[in-house]
């Protein structure tokens, strides 16, 4: 763990807070016998989990998946939880959607052909989709959002001449190298805490300014070695920091001063809306990146770019855009791939699914503001679209790296556990919620009802109670 647990900070008594978190965990290991049983049995895994970062648990052990329909799924110990992780947004379309599970049956069953190195005229339609939605009318696609972001990267060097990406403190885009990138205290870029296995020093290959500071980007930028500025329209990974006013028409403005080529990383901001924030806030991007969400819960990622862009590249007889040129991978843009695409963007995350989901999101925010107002704890709680973040500052966090401070590890393990414990998943790495079509307005008051008993727990003096 490189996140640490700031005490006092959020609030609350610590030593009750470590005795309550020491209940929750005894129940949840009490719960779940079988979960615990095919963790302690995985020798063949590495870490005991599919990927390593299945470990990031508030209890010891992850619970392990039997079924899932919609915004629920239940455990191999037979518990049912309202799922708000929902994949960390690869499932916002909800689980298993309809017109998704028939578009991939139809695909596996009736046309066959899942890895073949042609093309399908369905990819037309679900870039056509992609255009449609965020406005950009050139699509490539990819397996996941890391690969379209890495893809996205090479093409900026290659139209622009220049090898440094900018990216924003505590960003997120996957794996990528080149993002792995923080300020230091002194304001200099550093490397991420924790990364593994580094080729090179993240300093020859990327910069860094916080997010929200138009003046560190444009100090940045200054240098004339950055490619491209690749970002989230707002931050998500590191909990929800929204863009100031002003701020995002400020980097695209300073992008075009000095010669970088402006990238949004829609992946997790496509919880904004239809067109994700790029349409609901009027944006205008050189490139988009995207995944997760756009299959329904099928690997799928894509990226896109302006007809000027698109062309430049595509007339460079320098580079090598079919063969060994490091842009593709030859399971992308697979033909179950693309029909997923096409059925999720089609059909299930809809204007009128959106509108549903933003309801409930609201109503989501207004349940933990007024838990949080009741017991006037310094805590706040941001929506973005179909998204809500409970945070334990007040105010919200407005840079990644004053995210990272408030931080409190503890803290979260308890909510988390105790959500649990009572039939509520939340994203494992935050406090975030997010609204998928299937979710209802009974799910969202039953995180209500249960995060205000948890709190109360917190908060409240005398002995604490036993577990039910």
């Known amino acids: 763990m490189f996140t640490s647990v700031v005490p006092g900070r959020s609030g609350v008594q610590r030593a009750r807070l470590r005795t309550l978190l020491e209940r929750e965990q005894a129940l949840f290991l009490s719960r779940n016998p079988g979960s615990a049983g095919a963790y302690a049995h995985a020798d063949s895994l590495f870490g005991r989990v599919p990927m390593t970062w299945m470990n990031k648990t508030s209890a010891h052990f992850p619970i392990y998946l039997d079924t899932a329909r919609g915004a629920h799924v239940t455990d191999i110990d037979g518990h049912e939880y309202v799922d708000f992780s929902l994949g960390d947004t690869g499932s916002m379309a909800g689980h298993s959607p309809s017109p998704v599970v028939e578009a991939v049956r139809r695909r596996v069953e009736d046309l066959g052909g899942l890895a073949v190195m042609l093309p399908t005229e369905q990819a037309d339609v679900a870039g056509a989709h992609l255009a449609s939605r965020f406005g950009l009318p050139r699509w490539s696609f990819s397996l996941t959002a890391t690969d379209a972001n890495r893809w996205a990267i090479r093409l900026a060097r290659a139209v622009t001449g220049r090898q440094k990406i900018l990216f924003n403190s505590y960003c997120y885009h996957g794996s990528v190298d080149e993002s792995l990138i923080v300020t230091s205290p002194d304001g200099e870029g550093a490397p991420r805490p924790g990364n593994v296995g580094a080729p090179v020093p993240v300093t020859e290959t990327s910069r860094v300014a916080e997010f929200n500071d138009l003046d560190g980007l444009e100090r940045e930028l200054a240098h004339g070695d950055v490619a491209a500025v690749l970002m989230e329209p707002a931050l998500t990974n590191i909990g929800i920091v929204l863009p100031e006013p002003g701020y995002l028409d400020g980097v695209r403005e300073l992008t075009r001063r000095f010669g970088a080529l402006f990238i949004l990383d829609e992946t997790h901001t496509f919880c904004a809306g239809p067109g994700g924030a790029t349409r609901a806030w009027n944006l205008d991007p050189d490139m988009i990146t995207i995944g997760k969400a756009i299959g329904g819960g099928i690997p799928a990622g ?35 791939s693309i029909a997923a695409v096409c059925a999720t963007l089609g059909e299930v995350l809809t204007d009128r699914a959106f509108d549903h989901m933003h309801a409930l999101a609201e109503r989501f925010e207004t349940g933990v503001a007024e838990v949080i107002a009741r017991h006037r704890l310094p805590w706040s709680v941001t929506r973005l679209g179909a998204r809500v973040e409970y945070r334990f500052a007040d105010p919200a966090p407005r840079t990644g790296t004053e995210a990272a401070a408030v931080h409190d590890q503890e803290l979260d393990d308890y909510l988390h556990t105790y959500l649990a414990n009572r039939g509520i998943l939340m994203t494992p790495f935050h406090n975030m919620a997010l609204m998928s079509p299937a979710t ?15 709190v109360a727990d917190l908060v409240t003096s005398g002995p604490v109670p036993s577990a039910p």
Request: net charge negative; no cysteine; charged share 30%.
């Open 302 to 336: 894509a990226y896109g770019l302006s007809v000027e862009l698109a062309d430049r590249l595509l007339n460079r007889e320098d580079l090598d855009l079919v063969d060994m040129g490091g842009v593709g991978g030859t399971l992308a843009g697979n033909a179950l």
């Open 440 to 454: 209802t307005r009974e799910d969202v008051d039953l995180h209500t009802r249960l995060f205000a008993e948890a």
